[in-house]
């Protein structure tokens, strides 16, 4: 089904009639509506593995991406490190770079350098408001709320040695725009309900807090690309088949693994959940006979597999790894692959990979009550419920994400991967792309080709709502709530 709108929410007044239709289906409906977009499913956006080749003194691009541009303030998150040769006299620099006209113009958002020797943190936020665009205005003003721009990561050594002895390792986590809600302006306080007089000014404190929550969510979302077919080059060896990172969100992936081999060969995959310094496997599959796929629609969507990550094999694992989940923490969630074949005999195009919940309300959210008409225990219990639930959402144990992560570039991979909840599907193609969707893949929809970021309405294509599919041929996509 489409998804749900926004109920509306009324201005009481006082005089007003304090009505069941209005607490139910408005404010109760609100926080509902907010409690689903917490626990909605969603694809992971790719991220490319370390960079550990350059040396150049000029800068290398190590990774694109497109972005929706959500908010006027980017936030960044990588880790980098100069790899020392013979002296310690040696620097990496990096810089992250948004063009507004698909690379024909780049505009620098940050740069930094350093010597350290062992993986540095890098993470924060950034105004485009107040960075210079290098020619007496600022780098928001050529960009605009709501569109895709493509932003680049670029890293080089800084100080190098005579001759080149040092590389320059980075290791991308992710870059986006990131809206947020102001604390006494965008948000207020939720009200104390307490026997007496109503007072119409708590019930649209209410309201005004539930739209505000619903205007700081981001406009689209990101897909999980497959940018790459990977080989298994030795045997008996786990191989990376691709990297995906989020901002924790209970409770479980749901990941599809890509892979195949010759038909008289079996593989095998596994995922593992990171930190910057840990790891865990939390799902090892057994063998599976190959299958020779080679196109995207080829391939079997039966090597999937629902984790939860708070219990059972995967919780234990993690907790005997000494990984702590955490909501709006930082993990990598990287699918591996394996085979006892012989070289080039077992090989993958990727994983989908999506966060899931099984819908657990967090500590102090609770579901709205279910007024009635007739009912008379309208008390200060079940309205202090809803602003308890409103601060779950903002700060507490539900409390939501306003990120739009950009989307790893493909330029010759076999595609993205998508969870249809948004109504358009935002897109940038030089050759016609193609959509495949339905129970097996079995059904198609070419739209037309643009080089420039272009939108699809994919009511009008037939995508069923909460449904995986797929984009081939397309650099980069995302769903989103406008063309």
Same mark, same amino acid.
């Given at each position: 089904?489409? /998804?749900?709108?926004?109920?509306?929410?009324?201005?009481?007044?006082?005089?007003?009639?304090?009505?069941?239709? %209005?607490? /139910?289906?408005?404010?109760?409906?609100?926080?509902?509506?907010?409690?689903?977009?917490?626990?909605?499913?969603?694809?992971?956006?790719?991220?490319?593995?370390?960079?550990?080749? @350059?040396?150049?003194?000029?800068?290398?691009?190590?990774?694109?991406?497109?972005?929706?541009?959500? =908010?006027?303030?980017?936030?960044? +998150?990588? +880790?980098?490190?100069?790899?020392?040769?013979?002296?310690?006299?040696?620097?990496? !620099?990096?810089?992250?770079?948004?063009?507004?006209?698909?690379?024909?113009?780049?505009?620098?958002?940050?740069?930094?350098?350093?010597?350290?020797?062992?993986?540095?943190?890098?993470?924060?936020?950034?105004?485009?408001?107040?960075?210079?665009?290098?020619?007496?205005?600022?780098?928001?003003?050529?960009?605009?709320?709501?569109?895709?721009?493509?932003?680049?990561?670029?890293?080089?050594?800084?100080?190098?040695?005579?001759?080149?002895?040092? *590389?320059?390792?980075?290791?991308?986590? $992710?870059?986006? *725009?990131?809206?947020?809600?102001?604390?006494?302006?965008?948000? &207020?306080?939720?009200?104390?309900?307490?026997?007496?007089?109503?007072?119409?000014?708590? &019930?649209?404190?209410?309201?005004?807090?539930?739209?505000?929550?619903?205007?700081?969510?981001?406009?689209?979302?990101?897909?999980?690309? &497959?940018?790459?077919?990977?080989?298994?080059?030795?045997?008996?060896?786990?191989?990376?088949?691709?990297?995906?990172?989020?901002?924790?969100?209970?409770?479980?992936?749901?990941?599809?693994?890509?892979?195949?081999?010759? $038909?008289?060969?079996?593989?095998?995959? +596994?995922?593992?959940?990171?930190?910057?310094?840990?790891?865990?496997?939390?799902?090892? $599959?057994?063998?599976?006979?190959?299958?020779?796929?080679?196109?995207?629609?080829?391939?079997?969507?039966?090597?999937?597999?629902?984790?939860?990550?708070?219990?059972?094999?995967?919780?234990?694992?993690?907790?005997?790894?000494?990984?702590?989940?955490?909501?709006? #923490?930082?993990?990598?969630?990287?699918?591996?692959?394996?085979? *006892?074949? $012989?070289?080039?005999?077992?090989?993958?195009?990727?994983?989908?990979?999506?966060?899931?919940?099984?819908?657990?309300?967090?500590?102090?959210?609770?579901?709205?009550? &279910?007024?009635?008409?007739?009912?008379?225990?309208?008390?200060?219990?079940?309205? #202090?419920?809803?602003?308890?639930?409103? *601060?779950?959402?903002?700060?507490? =144990?539900?409390?939501?994400?306003?990120?739009?992560?950009? @989307?790893?570039?493909?330029?010759?991979?076999?595609?993205?991967?998508?969870?249809?909840? +948004?109504?358009?599907?935002?897109?940038?193609?030089? !050759?016609?792309?193609?959509?495949?969707?339905?129970?097996?893949?079995?059904?198609?929809?070419?739209?037309?080709?643009?080089?420039?970021?272009?939108?699809?309405?994919?009511?009008?294509?037939?995508?069923?709502?909460?449904?995986?599919?797929?984009?081939?041929?397309?650099?980069?996509? %995302?769903? !989103?709530?406008?063309?």
């Amino acid at each position: 089904m489409p /998804r749900v709108h926004w109920p509306a929410q009324p201005q009481v007044e006082s005089g007003t009639v304090f009505s069941a239709a %209005m607490l /139910r289906y408005a404010h109760g409906a609100a926080i509902s509506w907010l409690h689903g977009e917490s626990h909605a499913s969603y694809p992971l956006p790719h991220v490319r593995p370390p960079s550990t080749y @350059v040396f150049q003194a000029d800068y290398q691009t190590i990774w694109t991406l497109w972005g929706i541009h959500a =908010s006027q303030v980017a936030y960044y +998150r990588l +880790r980098v490190k100069i790899n020392y040769g013979n002296d310690i006299h040696r620097a990496w !620099a990096y810089r992250i770079q948004v063009s507004p006209d698909n690379g024909a113009t780049w505009y620098t958002a940050r740069e930094m350098w350093d010597t350290n020797n062992t993986y540095q943190l890098e993470e924060g936020t950034i105004d485009l408001t107040a960075v210079s665009d290098g020619g007496g205005g600022h780098i928001a003003d050529h960009l605009t709320v709501g569109r895709l721009y493509k932003w680049r990561l670029q890293v080089r050594v800084a100080v190098q040695g005579d001759p080149a002895d040092c *590389t320059v390792h980075c290791e991308p986590w $992710s870059i986006g *725009t990131r809206k947020s809600v102001a604390a006494g302006d965008g948000w &207020l306080t939720p009200p104390t309900f307490a026997v007496g007089v109503s007072n119409p000014a708590h &019930l649209n404190t209410l309201a005004h807090d539930a739209r505000a929550l619903q205007h700081t969510l981001p406009p689209g979302e990101a897909s999980t690309s &497959l940018p790459a077919k990977h080989t298994v080059t030795f045997s008996e060896t786990w191989e990376e088949l691709t990297r995906v990172v989020y901002r924790y969100r209970p409770n479980m992936l749901y990941v599809v693994a890509l892979g195949s081999a010759w $038909s008289n060969e079996t593989w095998q995959w +596994r995922v593992k959940v990171e930190t910057d310094t840990l790891s865990a496997v939390v799902y090892t $599959s057994g063998g599976i006979t190959g299958d020779e796929a080679q196109e995207l629609e080829d391939y079997s969507w039966a090597n999937a597999q629902m984790i939860n990550l708070t219990s059972g094999a995967a919780a234990t694992a993690l907790a005997a790894a000494g990984i702590t989940l955490t909501l709006g #923490n930082w993990y990598r969630v990287v699918v591996e692959i394996y085979t *006892t074949a $012989s070289p080039g005999r077992a090989w993958g195009i990727g994983a989908a990979v999506y966060r899931v919940s099984d819908n657990t309300p967090g500590a102090g959210y609770t579901v709205p009550h &279910l007024w009635a008409h007739g009912d008379t225990n309208v008390g200060p219990t079940y309205l #202090n419920q809803l602003s308890a639930s409103l *601060t779950a959402l903002y700060s507490g =144990s539900e409390a939501l994400h306003f990120d739009a992560a950009g @989307v790893d570039v493909v330029a010759s991979g076999s595609g993205h991967a998508l969870a249809h909840r +948004r109504r358009y599907l935002r897109y940038a193609a030089a !050759a016609a792309p193609q959509i495949l969707y339905g129970a097996d893949l079995d059904q198609t929809y070419d739209p037309p080709a643009s080089t420039t970021p272009t939108g699809l309405d994919l009511d009008a294509v037939g995508v069923p709502y909460g449904s995986i599919y797929y984009v081939t041929g397309a650099e980069t996509c %995302m769903e !989103a709530d406008s063309e």
